[in-house]
């Protein structure tokens, strides 16, 4: 009877955290986001084709509206320091989590993803929502999604705020041969442990640790990359095993892969762009280095601000400064050169 029991116990132990709604497509329970410190916010959910997309609606349903993309491997929590500098300002906040993080549904196959069904759930997400007159706002690779979902509608938007984030682009002979030779500089590299990734961090070394490792240790990338120790368990929660990390182990691979539509982009809307553009990056991110550069060279109204003492996750070492500067950029308001974290 004992090993009856005891068979029983490993078989279910799985289900306990496994939700899957079809082949192929998983669900986090909910209860693996019980009890999360500052995340206070009442979830929201939108079908979009086979997904189920989560998304953070705060604020007066009349208000301007904010538009939040996060990055990966992370998801909507990362802004739960900025959401209540804004709602207190009046505005409307919604910030979407893409496919296969946070509380969004995840595909299993890493096959599934790419940057264009991402830029297309976004699209879909606000086109669904009716925004309009919106302060669009991306970092790491809520910048190269929600740049292009700007891009597509560019009448929706007022106003864009971008923070270590790119849209990496070319044309020519590069932007044809630009992103094999990527994947062979990714391969060239090989696999890596996190204390070699940590010895010398540049993107392409951090695109090969998460292609090449079996299993992606989220929490201890957000306590590297992210600073607080305590967080961990908060950017676990959406993972509650290896197969629901498809999205986050892919994503970096692919960010080069529209090279030639990303150009395009940039020659069609952000060369010509007449609104306001802020560029807000901090001066101590290993990954996007100097990125500021070219949204100051190609977008004509563009404005910068250094943010000093933060890291790549501007959102966790300096959520409620950057929320304020945006609050400031949105009232017009007289901009300084650099912020400091307090």
């Known amino acids: 009877m004992k090993c009856v029991v005891l068979l029983w116990a490993l078989i279910a132990a799985p289900m306990a955290f496994a939700e899957e709604i079809k082949p192929g497509i998983l669900r986090t329970p909910e209860a693996r986001f019980a009890g999360l410190e500052e995340y206070p916010f009442a979830p929201n959910y939108m079908q979009i084709e086979d997904l189920r997309i989560h998304y953070l609606d705060e604020g007066p349903a009349d208000g301007e509206v904010i538009l939040l993309?996060?990055?990966?491997?992370?998801?909507?929590?990362?802004f739960r320091k900025m959401i209540p500098v804004f709602v207190d300002a009046g505005y409307r906040v919604v910030a979407p989590d893409l496919p296969g993080f946070g509380k969004s549904d995840k595909y299993d196959d890493e096959a599934a993803y790419s940057y264009v069904m991402q830029v297309g759930f976004m699209r879909q997400l606000v086109a669904n929502l009716d925004l309009r007159n919106v302060t669009f706002f991306g970092q790491d690779w809520g910048g190269l999604i929600g740049l292009r979902v700007v891009a597509a509608e560019p009448d929706r938007y007022a106003r864009v705020v971008v923070s270590n984030t790119g849209l990496p682009s070319a044309s020519g002979l590069?932007?044809?041969?630009?992103?094999?030779?990527?994947r062979l500089a990714v391969w060239w590299e090989g696999p890596m442990t996190m204390e070699e990734l940590r010895s010398n961090v540049t993107f392409p070394r951090w695109v090969a640790y998460s292609y090449h490792v079996d299993d992606l240790p989220i929490g201890e990338l957000m306590d590297f990359m992210g600073g607080e120790s305590n967080l961990r368990a908060a950017y676990e929660a959406p993972f509650p095993e290896q197969r629901y990390k498809a999205a986050a182990q892919i994503m970096p691979y692919l960010v080069p892969s529209?090279?030639?539509?990303?150009?395009?982009?940039w020659e069609s809307v952000y060369e010509q762009w007449d609104k306001?553009?802020?560029?807000?990056?901090?001066?101590s991110d290993p990954v996007t280095a100097g990125g500021e550069q070219t949204f100051l060279d190609r977008v004509p109204t563009a404005r910068n601000v250094t943010i000093r003492g933060a890291g790549h996750f501007v959102q966790e070492d300096a959520?409620?400064?950057?929320?304020?500067?945006?609050v400031d950029f949105m009232q017009d308001r007289e901009l300084p050169a650099e912020t400091l974290i307090r």
């Not at 590069?174 to 990527?182: A, D, H």
């Not at 306001?276 to 001066?283: K, R, S």
């Not at 959520?319 to 945006?326: K, S």
């Open 276 to 283: 306001p553009f802020l560029v807000a990056f901090t001066d």
């Open 319 to 326: 959520g409620p400064e950057l929320a304020e500067l945006i």
């Open 69 to 78: 993309i996060h990055g990966e491997p992370t998801w909507s929590y990362l």
């Open 174 to 182: 590069q932007g044809w041969i630009g992103y094999p030779l990527f």
């Open 258 to 265: 529209q090279l030639r539509e990303n150009e395009a982009v």
